[in-house]
């Protein structure tokens, strides 16, 4: 069964870097019927699709994050991970890893995701 | 980037009824809509893709419809385990949506 673990610091001082890793078991990083992505949750409110990789280390991001946000993966290690730089409080959240199914090309959805941990931005 | 709102925002139910959520894209999307469920402190869970089809251990009772910019979460038969937040996904373009949520309580 695939599991995804995100692990990092709960607490991140503003305008420094967050940096988050979500280790996978059960199932090799290096399929190229799935993207690796991050998202997203501020506290009671909606979900926020931050970005993806492929195993191959291609990457897409959501616009809004752009100019910050780096997701790289390591094969090697059966991980991915996540840095957001020049943090502010409004980047509080509960950030969840997530593998998205990608093939057959006509269905694109999140199917396993951890269990979430939450960061929140303050000196 | 295209906008997507969930109706209700919460909606308030018995056991054993049926209820139906909307949820409507800003443009058109195809059948490119998933449907999640969250409940309190937990991660989502994905109960259909591509607008009707039930993801793999997904109960029946959960049927999902639509195409275009409008689209419906059907769940019959509520048990005690579907009050939770619904969220629908659209996943047809760059950046991946999604919509407010659909909180679902018992009434």
């Known amino acids: 069964q695939l599991q995804l673990q995100e692990s990092g610091p709960g607490l991140v001082k503003p305008s420094e870097t967050l940096s988050l890793t979500c280790s996978v078991s059960g199932a090799s990083i290096s399929s190229n019927n799935y993207f690796w992505a991050w998202l997203r949750q501020p506290t009671g409110k909606g979900l926020e699709w931050i970005g993806n990789?492929?195993?191959?280390?291609?990457?897409y991001y959501n616009p809004s994050l752009k100019s910050r946000v780096t997701i790289s993966v390591d094969t090697s290690k059966n991980q991915f991970s996540l840095k957001l730089t020049s943090v502010t409080p409004a980047d509080t959240a509960i950030y969840f890893c997530a593998r998205r199914h990608i093939i057959p090309a006509t269905v694109d959805y999140f199917d396993y995701w951890g269990q979430g941990i939450l960061v929140t931005v303050s000196s | 980037d295209i906008q997507m709102t969930q109706s209700p925002s919460s909606l308030s139910a018995s056991i054993g009824d049926r209820v139906t959520l909307t949820c409507r894209a800003s443009?058109?999307?195809?059948?490119?809509l998933n449907w999640y469920q969250q409940r309190p402190g937990k991660a989502p869970k994905l109960l259909l893709y591509?607008?009707?089809t039930l993801q793999s251990g997904v109960p029946s009772r959960f049927s999902g419809g639509g195409s275009g910019t409008d689209f419906i979460l059907t769940i019959t038969s509520l048990q005690p385990g579907d009050f939770a937040t619904y969220f629908c996904q659209q996943s047809y373009s760059n950046p991946y949506s999604f919509g407010q949520g659909t909180k679902l309580e018992i009434k």
């Open positions: 990789a492929y195993y191959n280390g291609d990457t």
């Open positions: 591509a607008a009707s």
């Open positions: 443009q058109s999307i195809g059948s490119d």
